[in-house]
């Protein structure tokens, strides 16, 4: 059916800039949004971002507020994190997810989150 591909992740220095996107191939509602989550090693899930496909509305984590930005073009099925100021606590394996709107808004503010559809994960390491 659909699949999300995470692509951008890498290796950079704090205070670099880092884009990851998350392609959806396959038919996927307007009524889903798209979340970002991370994982990082030894910790739990935890939620950092998502964004509605129908209206645009975002939220962000307390942790990454002022340094990432959530975007999404709708005609190419990708949605982007733009990560700036990263910081060597954003190092984790990021996921891209999806699910309605009222479920996905409930699991990116919790850890461990049960969701639809998941991406293979993309990892990102910040230095110091």
């Known amino acids: 059916e659909v699949q999300l591909v995470e692509s951008g992740g890498g290796l950079v220095q704090a205070g670099g800039s880092l884009r990851l996107s998350c392609l959806a191939s396959?038919?996927?509602?307007?009524?889903?949004?798209i979340g970002w989550f991370r994982q990082a090693p030894g910790k739990e899930r935890e939620g950092v971002s998502c964004?509605?496909?129908?209206?645009?509305?975002?939220y962000y984590a307390d942790s990454v507020k002022g340094r990432f930005t959530i975007s999404s073009d709708n005609d190419k099925n990708t949605v982007y994190l733009q990560m700036n100021d990263l910081k060597p606590e954003d190092t984790a394996v990021y996921y891209c997810?999806?699910?309605?709107?009222?479920?996905?808004?409930?699991?990116?503010?919790?850890?461990?989150?049960?969701?639809?559809?998941w991406g293979q994960g993309t990892l990102v390491t910040v230095s110091s």
């Open positions: 964004i509605s496909r129908d209206d645009g509305s975002t």
């Open positions: 997810a999806a699910d309605i709107g009222p479920v996905m808004r409930y699991f990116v503010t919790t850890k461990n989150p049960i969701l639809e559809l």
């Open positions: 396959g038919l996927i509602s307007d009524r889903y949004a």
